[in-house]
């Protein structure tokens, strides 16, 4: 069974600050992994896809990294805003077609 | 482009009363998922539809929950006899058969079982 680990389960940055957003995984043998974004109460919204043979998706101030051998992933916010303030969320797709989540990375910047 | 719907975003029930979500997929997505989310975590597979055809379920999926894609558009699940353990956001994604499977999200429906 896929194990998704998200560290850490909390931080606060002040604003200007860059994040670094840790995820593992135990199974290598996915498909692609996914970075979403959740705000309190709401769904999810996508951020990056990595598809497994990708090192790395940019999108603005996001990076995603993916080293698949070693089962790990970062997201990289650059300059953080108060707007940022969630939880993101790092899932693994794998060949059953489900998403695996983490708990989730809850980030609070502070202006 | 209307992305993933739900409906209703929230619903409060009794113990043991019968609840029923709907989920509108993006339009040419042919892949629908449900999901299940406790205060906390990250969301758990509970099924998924290929056209009509439900081809996984969890075990997550006890017998009191059934979901349907009958004509391959909209999904509905089914929860019967409600438990207070049930209380959760359930979450619907869509995707295509291809490409990336990206699996695009709706807002979810906050179950609230008294």
């Known amino acids: 069974k896929q194990e998704v680990t998200q560290i850490p389960a909390a931080l606060s940055v002040p604003e200007g600050e860059n994040l670094v957003l840790n995820c593992s995984f135990t199974?290598?043998?996915?498909?692609?992994l996914q970075w979403f974004r959740q705000d309190p109460g709401k769904g999810l919204t996508s951020l990056l896809l990595?598809?497994?043979?990708?090192r790395e998706q940019t999108s603005g101030r996001l990076n995603a990294s993916l080293d698949k051998s070693s089962g790990r992933s970062t997201l990289y916010i650059a300059a953080s805003q108060p707007g940022d303030s969630a939880t993101y969320l790092c899932a693994v797709r794998g060949g059953n077609n489900r998403l695996a989540f983490g708990k989730g990375n809850q980030v609070v910047v502070i202006p | 482009d209307t992305g993933v719907s739900q409906n209703p975003r929230h619903k409060i029930t009794k113990r043991g009363q019968n609840v029923t979500f709907r989920c509108d997929p993006i339009s040419e997505h042919n892949r629908l998922y449900w999901y299940r989310q406790t205060l906390g975590q990250g969301p758990e597979f509970l099924t998924y539809?290929?056209?009509?055809?439900?081809?996984?379920k969890s075990r997550l999926l006890s017998d009191r929950f059934s979901a349907e894609r009958p004509k391959g558009s909209f999904s509905t699940l089914e929860i019967q006899r409600t438990e207070q353990g049930d209380s959760a956001m359930y979450l619907c994604?869509?995707?295509?058969?291809?490409?990336?499977?990206?699996?695009?999200f709706g807002p979810g429906t906050r179950l609230t079982v008294t």
């Open positions: 994604a869509s995707s295509l058969v291809q490409g990336s499977y990206e699996q695009y």
């Open positions: 539809f290929q056209n009509e055809a439900q081809l996984e």
């Open positions: 990595i598809q497994s043979s990708q």
């Open positions: 199974d290598s043998a996915i498909y692609n």
